[in-house]
């Protein structure tokens, strides 16, 4: 196809295809969400990210009970369910969505300067709230991605807020500018900021699997990957993906498991294969505690309010 300096827009019958030279997104009516990220014909994607609310609770949380208390969170981080599609065009709003027949009246020719689709995903709690993930992309192809959460009277605190997204296979490594080593909001004073490179994806050997690998106000991030699930892809060369803030730092954890995984072991050789890469970019983080372990909660500073709204933003470039 001829590529022009505008993004080039497939109207597909169940899906949104948005592609510039470099990037190419698929955004999926039907299973809510961005299903394919490919920059320069590598895939990013293994699951559509979603938001995600747990993280894996520590010895801590355990102690104090907090596990059982947020335990509504857990549910909602595996199983909250995309419950309306928001899609914009340039000035053209979509309602309804451009699906089949509908669709039939474009061509292969269309094109746009900016597109804008919202996901609303409604939480499997009681009371039940929306998370809304929002993606931006411009013409040059990146993509500004703003999740908003709506606070809820009556919910337990917050475990994490982001957005989780798991990439097809491991990554070599990953570096980043921001805190120095493993970092939470509770457990950061004594971090300096700077460039850090972190080779594979460790995790640390606690005895029971817990939380961990948080990185606390970071400017910048790179991950690097070497191999895809591709099988004609002969390419073992290093490919990367860059996600920068945008107007406030934000906080991540590189890992081979979910939460779930992490949380499913009651011993490190419980936990399964390391095969995947999951992102988690987070808006709020609750602290760790470690005042003790044996009924202390987190400092009030350090807890995450449902009942309040709140929303981050970060960049795919």
């Keep these: 196809m001829d590529y022009t300096n505008k993004l080039h827009i497939i109207y597909g019958d169940a899906a949104l ?29 293994y699951r559509i990210p979603t938001p995600t609310f747990w993280r894996a ?6 102690g104090n009970g907090f596990s059982v208390k947020a335990a509504q969170w857990l549910g909602a981080d595996m199983f909250s369910q995309c419950s309306k599609i928001h899609l914009t065009v340039d000035d053209q709003k979509f309602d309804p969505l451009p699906i089949a027949p509908f669709n039939n009246q474009f061509s292969n020719h269309e094109y746009a300067n900016l597109v804008k689709i919202s996901f609303d995903y409604k939480t499997t709690t009681t009371p039940a709230t929306i998370c809304t993930i929002t993606y931006v992309i411009d013409s040059s192809g ?11 009277e009556g919910l337990p605190s917050l475990p994490v807020l ?21 970092t939470y909001p509770d457990r950061k004073a004594g971090a300096k ?6 080779k594979g994806l460790p995790v640390t050997k606690y005895l029971v699997p817990q939380e961990n690998g948080m990185h606390m106000d970071t400017d910048k991030l790179i991950i690097t990957r070497n191999t895809s699930l591709n099988n004609a892809d002969r390419d073992t060369n290093d490919f990367q993906l860059e996600i920068n803030k945008t ?5 991540f954890s590189c890992l081979p498991y979910t939460a779930e995984e992490l949380e499913n072991a009651t011993h490190i050789e419980e936990l399964p294969l390391a ?5 988690v970019i987070a808006g709020k983080v609750r602290g760790v505690g470690g005042i003790d372990s044996w009924g202390t909660d987190v400092e009030e500073k350090y807890r995450i309010d449902s009942s309040k ?7 795919l470039s």
């Design 17 to 45: 295809g948005v592609q510039t030279k470099k990037f190419q997104y698929i955004f999926s009516y039907e299973k809510g969400g961005l299903e394919s990220l490919k920059i320069n014909n590598k895939e990013w994607l």
């Design 57 to 62: 609770t520590t010895d801590n949380d355990r």
């Design 142 to 152: 990146h993509a500004t991605i703003k999740m908003r959460y709506m606070g809820k």
């Design 162 to 182: 982001g957005m989780r997204f798991i990439m097809p296979t491991m990554a070599t490594g990953f570096e980043y500018y921001g805190l120095s080593s493993e």
């Design 193 to 198: 900021k700077g460039v850090f490179h972190v």
């Design 247 to 251: 107007d406030k730092p934000l906080n």
């Design 275 to 279: 095969r995947r890469t999951v992102l």
């Design 309 to 315: 709204n709140f929303e981050f933003s970060f960049k």
